[in-house]
C-alpha cells in the first residue's frame, strides 16, 4: 500500500511524464493556445466597438430625423456606412421636399 507521499509523488510524476511526450512541442501548443484565446478577445473587443459605432450612428440619425435637418441627415448619409446611409439619404430626400413645400 502506497503512502500518501509516495501517491503525490506519483501525480507529480505523471505531469512530468505528459510534458515529457510532448517534448519541445509543449510550449508551442501553450503559444498557440495563448494565440487562439487573445484572437477570441480581441475579437470580441472590435464587434463591441462596431456595435457601439453602429449604435450611435443610428441615435444620431434618429435625432436629425426627428428634427427633419435635411443637411445633418445629407452629412449622416455621406460619413455613416453600413444599414443607416440609404435611410439617411431617403429622410434627406423627404425632409427637403417637406421644407420646400412648407
Known amino acids: 500500500m502506497k503512502t500518501e507521499e509516495q501517491v503525490e509523488a506519483t501525480e507529480f510524476n505523471d505531469i512530468n511524464d505528459v510534458l515529457a511526450l ?17 484572437g477570441v ?15 450611435a450612428a443610428w441615435t444620431e440619425f434618429l435625432g436629425a430625423a ?8 445629407e452629412q ?11 435611410w439617411a439619404q431617403q429622410a434627406a430626400a423627404q425632409a427637403k421636399l417637406i421644407e420646400a413645400s412648407a
Open 22 to 38: 510532448l517534448g519541445p512541442y509543449w510550449r508551442a501548443i501553450a503559444g498557440v493556445c495563448t494565440l487562439v484565446v487573445g
Open 41 to 55: 478577445v480581441a475579437f470580441s473587443l472590435v464587434s463591441a466597438n462596431r456595435t457601439t459605432a453602429r449604435e
Open 66 to 73: 426627428a428634427n427633419r435637418d435635411p443637411v445633418a441627415l
Open 76 to 86: 449622416i448619409a455621406l460619413n455613416s456606412s453600413g444599414s443607416v446611409a440609404p
